[in-house]
């Protein structure tokens, strides 16, 4: 067995143990399998991997596909698609297979019967061989499959290391050295801290609640908030707000005016130092500037909280009214195999993990310590929509920003976001 993939079964086996409630918040819950077996046509392919990087990786891959079988890709701009994806699902004539994530997010589609029954996708000898946690993170609560993983990644503070080193500071390992390292690059007139939470982007603003919460109160209390469990002007989400005014004065101003692509870009120049972020970032990143990103994990706040980390698995799932089931099915089966994650990896920034036992990342120094990371977390917890739904992602983006422009209100803010969750909670 290779270190690989010694990690990735580390990273499995913890998250299926001491993560198991993250992955059941992961699951979908009901799908309907009656569309026709097939059609004439190809398999359309609608993807919101629209970054360069992952757009070329998605052509390759689609290009390798069709040596076997026919498939039209349409990249649709990852907001756009975002937005998009229930009228998709909901038309007369839905694209067939999706890039998506499976979750609770996806839940919302399952119980409308808009997701296709991946059942006999499942039994392809790929796909048997994922871990148990994948395979119960696939699994609707009526025991039905509905997705199919491809890779997973990690968030954390990202930074240039040629940076860190011009200003003659390092990473810090808790939330005090944290603090401290914001100070002294403000005082060289840098700004600490990119963020990227404007146009259509809001939602980045949910790792930094999604961490503090984690932190402070930690994944489960997170993930019981998020389904309703407990309420967001509790006292122990006013800690997590309490700790981010500490660090809000470190913000670059124009956080929640430009989208996390410029926010990227100000990171990449220097005009911000570093960025809570996932990997998907480095897929707009230049190639050459790859070897130079590193990053910290987010600061520990109370060392009595187990260490959860937000580790995304993405893939792919299917419109139960496709017309090209059969054709669906052997597009997924390719999907799930070692080779076409290699090959998505190798176009991409490789800077994700893949989900096949046998597939190889790229082993950059930062895809090893990234593995490692994730390895090392006795928890995992996905990202705000991923463990509530698409539906609830909006409130906790209008929150958030308003927090960030004016924390003084955060009472009547948390009061505003707990009356609009509940509305969704009870809808």
Known sequence: MTHSQTSRRRFIAGAGAAGTAALLSGCVTSTSSSSKTSSKG????????????????????????????????????????????????????????????????????????????????????????????????????????????????????????????????????D??????????????????????????????????????DIRINGAQYHRELLAGKHRFDDPEVHKVFDRWKEVLPFFDPSGTAVAFQDATTALLNGRSAMMLIGTFFADAAPKDALDDID??????????????????????????????????????????????????????????????????DTGTPLVVKGRKHVAEAAEITQFFNRDSSDALQPTADAALTKFIAKPKEINSILTDWQRDAQKIWGA
Not at 200 to 211: L, M
Not at 316 to 322: D, G, K, N
Not at 330 to 343: K, N
């Open 42 to 173: 190809p398999v359309s392919l609608q993807s919101n991997l629209s970054a360069p990087q992952a757009k070329a990786a998605m052509q390759d891959l689609v290009a390798a596909y069709k040596k076997k079988g026919a498939v039209d890709l349409n990249t649709v701009a990852a907001e756009t698609f975002r937005t998009q994806l229930p009228t998709y699902l909901t038309s007369a004539n839905p694209p067939d297979v999706y890039t998506w994530y499976p979750g609770s997010v996806a839940d919302a589609y399952a119980r409308k019967n808009l997701l296709l029954g991946l059942d006999e996708v499942w039994t392809s000898p790929d796909l048997q061989r994922y871990s148990k946690a994948l395979h119960t993170l696939c699994t609707s609560s009526s025991g039905k499959k509905v997705f199919v993983p491809t890779t997973y990644y990690w968030w954390g503070m990202f930074y240039r290391k040629s940076n860190f080193a011009k200003w003659g500071v390092t990473p810090p390992t």
């Open 175 to 212: 939330w005090d050295g944290f603090l401290d390292l914001c100070d002294k690059l403000k005082s060289k007139g840098v700004a600490p801290i990119g963020l990227g939470a404007g146009g259509n982007t809001a939602w980045v603003a949910s790792a930094w609640f999604d961490y503090l």
């Open 295 to 360: 990053f910290f994990r987010f600061p520990v706040i109370d060392p009595k909280v187990p260490l959860a980390e937000e580790a995304p698995t993405d893939g792919y799932f299917a419109s139960a009214r496709s017309g090209h089931r059969d054709q669906v099915f052997d597009l997924l089966r390719f999907l799930a195999g070692a080779e076409a994650q290699e090959i998505y990896l190798k176009g991409s920034s490789g800077t994700a993990l893949p989900c096949h036992p046998d597939a190889k």
